[in-house]
């Protein structure tokens, strides 16, 4: 059963700070993985999809990259700014390829 | 752009009451999905759908039944609300294909059951 873990639960950076998030899952069978950016009592916002043929996919200051071989990948925010405070979600598919399993987010500060 | 809309943002219900969670999304997409987030629970799939008139259980489908008869449209049906319903209920939606599993979600909806 895939499970999804992200490291740290709540992060908090000064402005101008480059980060990275993780995420870790335990099926490595998957063939693509999407991380989410959630405001407060808001929906979810898609931020970038990584294929399992990609390593690596940029948007913007976001750069999130894959590693199915050891179950990681990794959102790397450049230069950081507190408009980027929001809450950071990675989910994989399921075994069945049918639906996502989310991680419980990394809260991110970004103090001016 | 896609864009998948809920019917409420807030809905406050009384126990036992029926209730019903719409939503609409204008992509075309095959596939449907209904989530409720809990604090330190994360989110948890309630229900799917993968064409119309088709659903399939997710994780946690008790107190839960869903309905689907037109392709654009995916309702989430509590048949008798309860206190341990009260929840943030997201929506989402994908096209079909391996390669195609980008999922877009809606708003959401904080319902609270009194």
């Known amino acids: 059963k895939q499970e999804v873990t992200q490291i740290p639960a709540a992060l908090s950076v000064p402005e101008g700070e480059n980060l990275v998030l993780n995420c870790s899952f335990t099926d490595s069978a998957i063939y693509n993985l999407q991380w989410f950016r959630q405001d407060p009592g808001k929906g979810l916002t898609s931020l970038l999809l990584?294929?399992?043929?990609?390593r690596e996919q940029t948007s913007g200051r976001l750069n999130a990259s894959l590693d199915k071989s050891s179950g990681r990948s990794t959102l790397y925010i450049a230069a950081s700014q507190p408009g980027d405070s929001a809450t950071y979600l990675c989910?994989?598919?399921?075994?069945?390829?049918?639906?996502?399993?989310f991680g419980k987010g990394t809260t991110l500060s970004v103090s001016s | 752009d896609v864009k998948v809309t809920q019917s409420s943002r807030y809905l406050v219900k009384r126990t036992g009451e029926k209730v019903f969670l719409e939503c609409v999304q204008d992509m075309d997409h095959e596939n449907m999905f209904w989530y409720r987030q809990d604090p330190g629970l994360g989110l948890r799939l309630i229900y799917f759908?993968?064409?119309?008139?088709?659903?399939e259980k997710g994780d946690i489908p008790e107190g839960y039944s869903v309905s689907r008869e037109k392709k654009e449209r995916f309702s989430l049906i509590l048949e008798s609300a309860s206190t341990n319903q009260t929840s943030m209920y997201l929506c989402?939606?994908?096209?079909?294909?391996?390669?195609?599993?980008?999922?877009?979600f809606g708003p959401g909806t904080r319902l609270t059951v009194l």
């Open positions: 989910a994989a598919p399921n075994q069945a390829g049918t639906a996502l399993i």
């Open positions: 989402a939606s994908k096209t079909s294909g391996i390669g195609h599993n980008e999922q877009f």
């Open positions: 759908s993968y064409d119309v008139k088709m659903k």
């Open positions: 990584i294929q399992s043929s990609q």
